[in-house]
């Protein structure tokens, strides 16, 4: 994926509370068309990409995953769910103890949101304004209904968390019904391949559960939290190399992990992991370690733009309090004004 980067004024995304709650004019409903097949089965517009969830999977690392599967540690079905539920009613992704990967609708579809949004962000008021600002030429002119209307989107994908309701696809982007010959289509496919990178980066994070016998282990030596949460960061560690050692674009890679973690800042105003997961700055700072992006790389300003609007969601008070030589320097600055 192409982001352009841009460093230099900082006093970004200023603009992101005045623009909040403008109407949006509603410029593109003609050409519509459905891409769902009748193997698509679901109750949600993300049931589109299921297939290519698991497609990518195994094409990008056969031998891994065929040497798991031999070796009974992965199941070779994964269990897609299908159901009416929230977020919070155990629908996120997880491994059992027979190998068995179970992943959940509301769960896609919370991340195909979160990584539609932050790239429609990213783009229109980060991107193309400061293209302009420097008379670099641009894709195309910043449309700002594409970012409000994101945004509303974005609020479903949050209410999701707690109470599930269905997807206005009539209304709103979604991977199934859509005109790709507009402006939003334009996003909208690139998000679908970018959200199957993040899916690719979760499902390898729990088949290094079943590499390295996580639950195994957790059972036959009762670990405490803090080895649990070791557990954790190892199977981060193994699913980031996984990712990164075979990859069409290293940066939308990259990119992909980061979304796949910074997506849990939106549950909660702290950065606590629980009584499982290491804090959610411990594995982001993991990932960009083993990432390693250079300082002008765009995943930094992904990550302001992350800390950004989960302040805004919280209210948590992070400023920008003075000039900064890049974005990398803005997102460590605003990291260690959380507490
Ligand atoms: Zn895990």
């Known amino acids: 994926?192409?982001?352009?980067?841009?460093?230099?004024?900082?006093?970004?995304?200023?603009?992101?509370?005045?623009?909040?709650?403008?109407?949006?004019?509603?410029?593109?409903?003609?050409?519509?068309?459905?891409?769902?097949?009748?193997?698509?089965?679901?109750?949600?517009?993300?049931?589109?990409?299921?297939?290519?969830?698991?497609?990518?999977?195994?094409?990008?690392?056969?031998?891994?995953?065929?040497?798991?599967?031999?070796?009974?540690?992965?199941?070779?079905?994964?269990?897609?769910?299908?159901?009416?539920?929230?977020?919070?009613?155990?629908?996120?992704?997880?491994?059992?103890?027979?190998?068995?990967?179970?992943?959940?609708?509301?769960?896609?579809?919370?991340?195909?949101?979160?990584?539609?949004?932050?790239f429609v962000l990213h783009e229109e008021l980060l991107v193309i304004p400061e293209q302009e600002k420097r008379g670099i030429p641009k894709r195309k002119n910043q449309n700002l209904n594409l970012y409000y209307e994101a945004e509303e989107l974005f609020n479903y994908a949050k209410s999701l968390i707690v109470v599930y309701s269905d997807w206005d696809k009539e209304n709103y982007p979604n991977p199934e019904y859509f005109d790709e010959n507009t402006e939003q289509g334009w996003y909208i496919l690139r998000t679908n391949d970018l959200f199957v990178e993040v899916l690719n980066f979760i499902l390898y994070h729990e088949a290094a559960h079943a590499e390295f016998e996580h639950i195994k282990k957790i059972k036959e030596n009762s670990l405490s939290e803090e080895e649990i949460k070791e557990l954790e960061l190892e199977a981060d560690t193994r699913a980031i190399e996984l990712i990164l050692s075979n990859n069409r674009s290293r940066n939308s890679s990259g990119l992909s992990i980061i979304i796949g973690i910074a997506s849990i800042l939106f549950f909660?105003?702290?950065?606590?992991?629980?009584?499982?997961?290491?804090?959610?700055?411990?594995?982001?700072?993991?990932?960009?370690?083993?990432?390693?992006?250079?300082?002008?790389?765009?995943?930094?300003?992904?990550?302001?733009?992350?800390?950004?609007?989960?302040?805004?969601?919280?209210?948590?008070?992070?400023?920008?309090?003075?000039?900064?030589?890049?974005?990398?320097?803005?997102?460590?600055?605003?990291?260690?004004?959380i507490k």
């Open 1 to 118: 994926m192409a982001f352009a980067y841009c460093v230099a004024k900082l006093k970004i995304l200023a603009s992101i509370s005045a623009t909040d709650a403008k109407p949006r004019n509603v410029i593109y409903n003609f050409m519509k068309t459905s891409i769902k097949k009748d193997t698509h089965t679901g109750i949600q517009p993300i049931r589109v990409l299921k297939h290519n969830l698991t497609t990518r999977l195994v094409e990008r690392n056969e031998n891994y995953i065929k040497q798991l599967h031999s070796d009974f540690k992965l199941d070779k079905n994964i269990k897609y769910h299908i159901a009416e539920l929230p977020l919070v009613k155990r629908q996120c992704p997880y491994i059992d103890e027979n190998g068995l990967i179970n992943i959940h609708e509301t769960y896609l579809s919370y991340i195909w949101i979160i990584s539609y949004y932050f």
């Open 268 to 337: 909660s105003n702290n950065l606590n992991g629980g009584k499982k997961h290491p804090n959610i700055n411990i594995r982001l700072n993991n990932a960009i370690k083993i990432f390693n992006p250079e300082d002008e790389n765009p995943i930094w300003s992904i990550l302001v733009l992350f800390l950004k609007i989960w302040d805004k969601q919280f209210n948590l008070g992070i400023k920008e309090e003075r000039t900064y030589n890049d974005y990398k320097e803005l997102y460590f600055h605003l990291l260690s004004q």
